[in-house]
């Protein structure tokens, strides 16, 4: 009984994620069209907003993900592994494309920021012609491929546990 409480915590942490989430995906995609940095500003700090459910849900989520292996004897399995290693290179990418893009549109746009954990006031703002340079480097493509289609092959191996 025990196992499906942590596995029940697994899913909503997972369900709470994603949902938290959901701010920062919508920022990405909408905000490389905008031009107001009011506006940009706003969606920066929506996404901002929702970053400590997101972090807790994660952490939820990845330690019930990574208990439950060991409850249920699954640690001989390859796709429990291939799961744990997608994941965490999700994770790795994500806080380095945050780093590149969100943070620094951030600076770039007049807000207060963090680089590398550290926390800097907010500056003057770029010019509209910086600011839409730095939009258009950052690879929407490469977030998907990511943040959606490398989660759907973790999904994939938990749920039909291929091998």
């Known amino acids: 009984m025990f196992t499906k409480w942590i596995l029940f915590l697994h899913v909503l942490s997972a369900i709470t994620f994603f949902l938290a ?7 990405a995609f909408r905000i490389r069209k905008e031009t107001d940095f009011e506006r940009i500003r706003a969606m920066l700090d929506l996404s901002a907003s929702t970053f400590m459910a997101m972090l807790v849900s994660f952490l939820v989520m990845g330690l019930s993900g990574l208990a439950l292996p060991f409850m249920v004897k699954l640690w001989d399995k390859w796709w429990v ?4 290693v997608l994941m965490v290179g999700v994770v790795v990418w994500m806080a ?28 003057l703002p770029a010019s509209t012609e910086e600011v839409a340079a730095h939009l258009k480097k ?21 749920v039909f546990k291929p091998f």
């Open 21 to 27: 989430h959901g701010a920062s995906a919508a920022t």
């Open 96 to 123: 380095m494309f945050n780093e590149k893009g969100f943070k620094h549109l951030r600076r770039l746009v007049g807000l207060p920021y963090m680089i590398g954990g550290k926390e800097f006031p907010a500056e």
């Open 138 to 158: 950052i690879s929407l493509h490469t977030l998907v491929i990511v943040g959606y289609v490398i989660p759907t092959i973790v999904l994939w191996l938990m």
């Open 81 to 84: 592994w291939i799961s744990i």
